[in-house]
């Protein structure tokens, strides 16, 4: 996953078509929020006193 990632983020940077580019740094952006959240989350869990996700 991290791999499309780095392709996709790579891509965006290269291309010539901004608007594109907008549209695939915004999904990025909102995929590696996500992503922190589900790592907040998974290690809150683990915590005795974590309110539950």
């Known amino acids: 996953m991290g791999a499309n990632i780095n392709q996709l983020a790579r891509w965006a940077n290269t291309c010539k078509r901004a608007t594109e580019a907008v549209e ?3 999904a990025l952006a909102g ?9 907040s989350c998974a290690s809150a869990e683990n915590e005795p006193e974590a309110e539950p996700c």
Do not use: S
């Not at 995929?31 to 790592?39: D, G, L, M, V, Y």
């Open 24 to 26: 695939v740094l915004t």
């Open 31 to 39: 995929i590696e929020r996500r992503i922190a959240e589900f790592a």
